[in-house]
């Protein structure tokens, strides 16, 4: 058989796809998705889901394998994201109070040593909680001047 130049020259061109190709990006894409939904209390999905989902719209607009696993991505990212939002809604008020501890920790430990005064919500979550607000006071108190000192 002849060489004539054109078909050598024509394979030499063009890249073929590999039988893989995608695969690994599939793959990633479901393996964030499924970090992102065990991490979804700790916000970890704001991080990972939306990295799983453009992962697997890179895999599915390019039509290239591994096209189940790019669903299966999304759609655990997508949970995740939408478990961080429930989970920071439902308790949104208990973030807010910790926020405030928080920030405002100097005044509440002197009104504490000062005149006794537990913070409401404190008193409220011991309640609600099964927890001594004293305790916890202390506990605070000592957890803050620790953190402080070091």
Not at 48 to 69: C, D, E, H, Y
Not at 99 to 124: A, H, M, T
């Amino acid at each position: 058989m002849q060489d004539n130049g054109y078909y050598s020259q024509g394979m030499m061109g063009q890249q073929q796809p590999s039988a893989t190709s995608g695969k690994g990006m599939s793959i990633a894409a479901l393996i964030l998705g499924i970090l992102g939904l065990a991490l979804f209390c700790a916000c970890g999905s704001f991080v990972l889901g939306p990295i799983a989902i453009i992962l697997a719209i890179v895999v599915l607009a390019t039509k290239r394998n591994g096209k189940s696993m790019a669903i299966a991505g999304i759609i655990t990212g997508g949970l995740g994201i939408i478990l961080s939002l429930v989970m920071l809604i439902s308790f949104k008020d208990e973030i807010n109070d910790f926020i405030y501890l928080s920030q405002n920790s100097q005044e509440i430990i002197k009104e504490y040593e000062e005149e006794g005064k537990i913070p409401d919500f404190v008193l409220e979550y011991g309640e609600k909680y099964g927890f001594d607000a004293d305790e916890f006071m202390q506990q605070f108190i000592e957890g803050y001047r620790t953190g402080v000192a070091n």
